[in-house]
């Protein structure tokens, strides 16, 4: 009798247990408020028609209406990086198979040379898909993409052109964004064995390092280059709100543009400037306490200046990638505050908003009045990455 009891009391609590566990995994399990938001705006990418000729670059809120481009805009390539890069993160296959078409359509761009914008457009596309599976196509269209962009570089002045408009302003302007496309250049050697590619991102590099940077760490937009002495002949900008500021997401693609390059080169020079770009970033009084940073550091109207969600997630993949090679905590704790901060329903749009676009409150071009406190692919874009790398790290 007492053995039977024993045996009934032990049943009992293997019984409870067992329902304890399944309530814990059930707790577990369940989605937060802000995943299903999440789930519901990567949704809203996988619906959105595919159209060789309307590309999401943004939401305009004045014309209550999606901002469509054609694939020779510098930001085509993002909407379809952002299907590849939902497929990292989801393993759902609709992602690949959207991605694929969007990504189809890009290919003519391997032969404009009239843009420095290679990596932006091909890689983003085409060098996302081939991280996800293999596909001899894919890299032939990288080899020629870098053939066409080799054709903007200059052997005098030893850097790639940016941009072919404002000839009456200048003369072979630069901007630190071009170090976004050394990417395509360095894995186009990758794919063919031509050292050519490489060492020309290199130049460019070393250029860009010699000329860009202030002594405080900070960085201008564009450099303009004399084509008589092949030295600068102006240090101005583009989009930040005058020549001598602190525009952020240039100083983001600064911070990420030389940590690529020291990925490609191990060459320290590199890493030292992106960390020392970094910190400028991470120690200017006017970074607000949630990372996501005001579109130009330098603006009279902080703290009520547009916030710029896309120069902080640039930065914050640039970072993720920073603290892999240095330990460094201070990287990876920037990087994951912009992911939190942006995990809120005050960043993610609504998810009756119908527009294929994940987050708000980027800033396009603050001088044209374009694109200002908006949803952009760009800004997506690094968003997804950054959660991707942190992933990988866990």
Known sequence: MIFSQSKNYYFLLIFV????????????????????????RYEKLLT??????????????????????????????????????????????????????????????????????????????????????ENKRYKNIIVESAKTLSTRFDENIKSIRSWDFNKEVWQFPVIIDNMMNLELLFEATKISGDSSFHKLAVTHANTTLKHHFRPDNSCYHVVDYDTLTYQPRMKVTHQGINDESSWTRGHGWGIYGYTLAYRYTKDTRYLNRA????????????????GIPYWDFDDPA?????RDVSAGTIVAAAMV??????????????????????????????????????LDHSTGNWPKNDEIDEPIAYGDYYFLETLIRLKNIN
């Open 302 to 306: 902080i703290p009520n200046a547009p």
């Open 48 to 133: 959105y028609s595919v159209d060789s000729l309307a590309f999401p670059r943004s939401y305009s809120y004045k014309a209550n209406a999606i901002k469509k481009v054609p694939s020779k805009d510098w930001t085509s390539g993002f909407f379809a990086g952002n299907l590849w890069h939902l497929y990292s993160l989801t393993g759902n296959q609709d992602y690949i198979e959207k991605a694929e078409e969007w990504t189809a359509f890009i290919e003519k761009e391997k032969f404009n040379n009239r843009t420095h914008d290679m990596g932006f457009k091909v890689y983003n596309s085409f060098g996302n898909g081939l991280k996800i599976k």
């Open 17 to 40: 247990a067992l329902i304890l566990s399944g309530c814990s995994r059930k707790k577990e399990d369940a989605k937060s408020d802000i995943e299903i938001l999440l789930e519901k």
């Open 321 to 358: 990638e920073i603290y892999g090679y240095t330990q460094e905590e201070k990287y990876l704790d920037y990087s994951k505050k912009v992911m939190t901060s942006l995990k809120s329903p005050d960043y993610i749009l609504a998810a009756d908003f119908d527009a294929p676009f994940i």
């Open 275 to 290: 960390i020392a770009t970094a910190e400028y970033f991470l120690n200017h009084k006017n970074l607000p306490k949630d």
